[in-house]
């Protein structure tokens, strides 16, 4: 597939963390003490939980507070606009996970490598630039993960790129019940908490972003409703088990407000991929509004709702 900007590769950047950075993920997404695996780093099979790579391109190697606008710099895609990313946002990301990270970095030296895939040109309302970032083992080439991202720049159209493909679709299946329920409650705080794993945007920390951006006030990371339904998914079939998740991917619908209260209903189809059985979803606010759509994973089904392996 060729086109403009496709293949061009942004500087690679490393990446670290620490056990104590993989026990704050794990708390701020939702985990519960159910699962000391994922929040107790004495615990046998300590380990990271599997969408943790996602922070890795907000973190990098900081252990302090950043700026997150002065980290905003656009980067040069051959043959593409040079588009502002104060005017961007999230459309869509997808996880494969290839081998789990280590309970920390120390002693290793791991990179963000990221290039692009297609940027398309979707007149008045804007562009959209589809990348894949990966973490890799900068000594080894080993590569941990791929997540998929597409970033839709507002009101930055009518360039003439191309128009792009159509993404493929993955609704719940038509009159079948949920096989699982998760509920998720948000609190005023919940946002104050995921970001300090990286992502310090102040939309999600002070009102006044918000309120220029016509949200009313602040709005919850799409990527804590993101992360904490992935977390739904592995427990509801996975047994907990991080060797049981595969892929994970949804669409950003709608914005989440502190204090909604999520409601994630899963289905699974019975199509297995490579051991790995597909699992829909959608995860709604209070009110039925689609915050989450087109979710689809891959899971190693071990267990209904609520099912536990011993780890």
């Not at 990446?15 to 997404?29: C, G, M, Q, T, Y």
């Not at 509801?236 to 669409?251: C, I, L, M, T, W």
């Amino acid at each position: 597939m060729s086109g403009p900007g496709v293949g061009h590769e942004f500087p690679a950047q490393e990446v670290s963390w620490l056990k104590r950075d993989v026990l704050l993920f794990a708390n701020s997404i939702g985990i519960t003490a159910d699962e000391l695996h994922f929040l107790y780093e004495l615990h046998p099979n300590f380990a990271v939980f599997p969408t943790y790579p996602i922070i890795l391109p907000f973190k990098l190697t900081d252990q302090e507070v950043t700026d997150f606008y002065a980290r905003q710099k656009s980067h040069p895609v051959p043959g593409v606009p040079a588009f502002d990313p104060k005017r961007a946002v999230d459309g869509q990301r997808k996880i494969t996970v290839l081998k789990p990270l280590p309970a920390t970095s120390e002693g290793r030296r791991f990179e963000l490598r990221s290039q692009v895939l297609g940027v398309y040109d979707k007149g008045k309302a804007g562009s959209v630039m589809d990348s894949e970032q990966t973490i890799v083992d900068a000594a080894t080439g080993e590569v941990f993960s791929k997540v998929v991202s597409s970033g839709f720049f507002v009101g930055q159209g009518n360039w003439g790129g191309p128009k792009g493909p159509s993404t493929p679709s993955y609704p719940p299946p038509e009159g079948k019940k949920p096989d699982a329920v998760h509920t998720i409650q948000t609190t005023a705080e919940t946002a104050q908490l995921y970001r300090l794993n990286g992502d310090y945007n102040p939309l999600h920390a002070t009102p006044e972003p918000g309120q220029k951006m016509g949200f009313g006030g602040v709005i919850i990371h799409g990527l804590f409703s993101w992360n904490a339904t992935a977390h739904a998914v592995l427990k509801a079939f996975g047994g907990s088990d991080p060797n049981n998740f595969k892929e994970f991917q949804a669409r950003f619908a709608s914005p989440v407000k502190p204090g909604d209260r999520l409601v994630t209903e899963m289905w699974r189809t019975g199509t297995v991929v490579e051991g790995f059985e597909e699992v829909r979803f959608v995860t709604k606010n209070g009110s039925g509004k689609a915050v989450l759509s087109n979710g689809r994973a891959l899971v190693r089904a071990v267990s209904g709702e609520g099912g536990k392996t011993k780890l």
